[in-house]
Structure formats: structure tokens, C-alpha cells
């Protein structure tokens, strides 16, 4: 990935020797996670709808660079995602960092996992289950639960123990988002839901018909597609800047599940 957009520097990697036996390996500084961002404005905090519309694309842009490169993932969420250091140009480039669990997206060798793969609020089912190689539709899988993260402040599945959590995530990919956009996503855009229903749609049509784990999809990821369905945010994939003051919805006043705004709350905005 060296020299592609949204991915940390590597400044220096040496082999493992008798005088550095872990070896060594230096990046480049970056800035905040998405998720410092909004744990800093915490409580009651979401990021505003062109945000999020904004983040899906510069996401699903690192994430289709990583795929064409032959990778999974398997990692995807809010602390996985930096802005750039503040004093620099990249401040408002969005980073996909933490590669290891990264596997080849070619690799079609089914391997039991003793334990989850990915992070279990974000993994995708397949994680959770390990029954088939790991495939990009998972890392747009987890992308559409990081979105919806940022949108709402949390997911309806948060400190579940995990088989909870798979069984919540089973019901979405069998009866559709209705447990995000009926609850936790009631004080956001309405744009903002329409993309993340649009995304699901896309991810069904990816994995097949999200009953059976081990089924092969016969169709790859429509990225352009993905992109369009991420448009009512800024009309470009540049990098405008993030207001590093304004962290998001929130704060006093704001509804106290939800974080609906109250006047005067600060919105984080494009």
C-alpha cells in the first residue's frame, strides 16, 4: 500500500536480530481516531449526517484500494480510522490503520478460528461464526455498523456478550437494519439512514442471501455503486477539513439516549 492515499506512512521496518529481536518498525504520526473524537465529546455524542455521508466515502475509498490489492481487512471501525496529524496537510485525510488481522482476499482455505474475528461490535457475521474465508463483503459489513456508530453514538448490541451480539446481527442481515433505523438511528439524517439502507442492500447482494455463511458470491462488491449511495454528503472525494473544535452532536441539553441537539449545540461538520 505504500503510497496510496488514507494509508499510514511506513517510515522504517528492520528484520528481527540478536540486537532487536521484536524488530523494528517505524510510521508516521497521525492524528485522532474517530473514535477519540467522539468519545472526547462524549456524553450524548453523533457525528452530523454530512459527516458520516462524508466518512463512507473516504472509507469505502481506502477499502477499495485495500481489496484491489488483494486484502481483507477484517478490522473495520471507528478506532481504525485517523485523521492525519493536526499541523499537517493530511489533517483531514481520513487513515485505515491496524492491519493485523489482515488476510488474502483470495484465499479460499476454509480455517476454524478458536476466537472472534474483528472487533465485536463491528465484525461481521462471518467473523463472528468463522465457517468460510474471510471476504471484502465482511469489511463493508463492518463498515455499515461503523457508519451507523457514528450516526447514532452506539449500537443496539454494545457490551452484549458475543453470542448476543451475533444473534442481533443475524436478525439485521435476515430482516433488514429495521433494529438500527427504527431505534437508534431516529434523530439522524434521513439521508443518512437512506445510504445505510442502500449499503445493506448492497452487502445482501454481496453475500448472498445471508442465511448460510459458507455460500460463495457469485457477484463482486459494485464500489462505484457504494460511492453514489454516499453522495448526499460532499459532492467531491476530496478531503475537505474536519472543524477540530466542533466535535459532533451532543453535550448539554441533548437528549439523553439519542443525543438529539439541542439550539446551540455545536455540530463536527464538513
Known sequence: MRGATGFPKLLHYGQPCERNPGGVLVMELLGPSLDDLCRQARPYTYLSGPTVLRVGKMALARLHRLHLAGFVHNDVKPANLLLGARSTRQAATLHLIDFGLTTLATDMTLERHESLIGTPSFASLAGH???????????????????????AGSLPWQGLPDSQVASMKHRVLVEGPWILSDGYLKWTSPKVVAALHALWAEVMRCRGDGREEGRVPVESINYDACLAIMRGGSEE??????????????????????GEPSQGDTVWSP
Open 129 to 151: 461464526h468463522h465457517r468460510r474465508p474471510m471476504r471484502p463483503v465482511d469489511d463493508l459489513e463492518s463498515l455499515m455498523y461503523t457508519l451507523a456508530y457514528l450516526a
Open 237 to 258: 472525494m476530496g478531503e475537505a477539513p474536519f472543524d477540530w473544535e466542533d466535535g459532533a452532536h451532543g453535550g448539554k441539553g441533548a437528549n439523553p439516549i439519542f
